[in-house]
């Protein structure tokens, strides 16, 4: 029997689903014997105290599942693609040295600002040259029914764009199944994408995000038994911008994406207006879901809306799209 690409991509997400549901609570015994555990900032919302001492790094069995898929379902299709695979591990692994300099000292910093910027920065500059050289300098555009050659402005619109969207994944894993729901919706808009435009051959991939996703979403929902961390946020930010680079829309990572876009720019905005008004604060947290927690909402409100409100951008993304 013909395996179809949509078949392949359903497939790999059955795969990752299954292996990460069944996987992720016999991980957690283990993490706690090595007592990676997630330490608290003191002062983000006092209710999120009590999540002290939760299992972290949760994001390797995610890229496990992901992984495995992926080479299994390339195998039956005899067709392989693994630079989306590499991506998505390179920034795992940024947010694998971050998060166990954390567990390992004990205390929620980990990696420096700069240190993370020098890594994702060299990341983003060969990422982007691959991909111009590779897969070319065209992007789909909103409404336009041919795609716009950037030339080599292509570059650093995806460095930038690498750049933005794995630290916005990363600032969005603040509340119990937020970032992997998230991922989720946006990951379906991708996954739609590379099935009906032309030379896109990232579905399977795309398959394994959405089911490993579904899958770590059992046991990352409140109250959550087991974080992502860093491992799994970065790695997510990463297998998120590395399907737009391949299915050539990056321009919809600001649609479909829209709330990780909020999510960053609530922190900007907190930043810029704390220093011109030195010690003012236009929102009450930030990332923003901290703001919506503080104003009485519960963890499991944002959440639902959160994933609402990723909805209907996904939506708006498809009549971009079409």
Same mark, same amino acid.
């Given at each position: 029997m013909e395996i179809t690409m949509l078949k392949a991509g359903l497939i790999s997400l059955l795969i990752s689903f299954g292996l990460v549901y069944y996987i992720t609570p016999r991980f957690i015994p283990l993490l706690k014997r090595l007592k990676f555990r997630q330490s608290i900032r003191e002062e983000g919302p006092q209710s999120h105290l009590e999540k002290s001492g939760t299992p972290t790094m949760g994001g390797l069995v995610i890229q496990l599942g992901i992984i495995a898929a992926v080479i299994v379902v390339s195998l039956f299709m005899g067709s392989w693609n693994l630079f989306p695979v590499i991506v998505m591990v390179f920034f795992g692994a940024i947010g694998f040295i971050d998060d166990y300099i954390k567990v390992a000292k004990k205390h929620n910093l980990g990696l420096r600002a700069w240190q993370k910027l020098v890594l994702q920065f060299i990341g983003a500059g060969v990422i982007a040259l691959y991909a111009y050289y590779t897969i070319g300098s065209q992007l789909i555009v909103p409404f336009m029914s041919q795609p716009l050659d950037f030339g080599f402005w292509y570059v650093p619109f995806t460095f930038f764009a690498i750049i933005a969207i794995v630290n916005a994944v990363n600032l969005t894993d603040g509340l119990d199944g937020l970032a992997s729901g998230v991922t989720l919706i946006v990951s379906i808009f991708f996954f739609v994408g590379s099935l009906i435009l032309p030379e896109a051959g990232t579905t399977i991939f795309i398959g394994g995000v959405i089911g490993g996703c579904l899958g770590f979403l059992r046991h990352n929902s409140k109250p959550a038994a087991i974080f992502m961390g860093d491992t799994g946020s970065m790695a997510l930010g990463g297998a998120i911008v590395v399907m737009g680079i391949i299915t050539q829309l990056q321009i919809f990572l600001l649609i479909a994406g829209g709330l990780f876009v909020i999510e960053a720019l609530s922190v900007v905005i907190q930043v810029g207006y704390f220093k011109a008004t030195k010690g003012k604060r236009f929102f009450r947290m930030a990332p923003i879901h901290h703001h #919506?927690?503080?104003?009485? #909402?519960?963890? &499991?409100? !944002? !959440? &639902? !809306? #959160?994933?609402m409100v990723t909805a209907i951008f996904v939506t708006i993304a498809f009549i971009c799209l079409v």
């Open positions: #919506f927690e503080l104003a009485g #909402f519960s963890e &499991t409100q !944002v !959440v &639902t !809306v #959160f994933w």
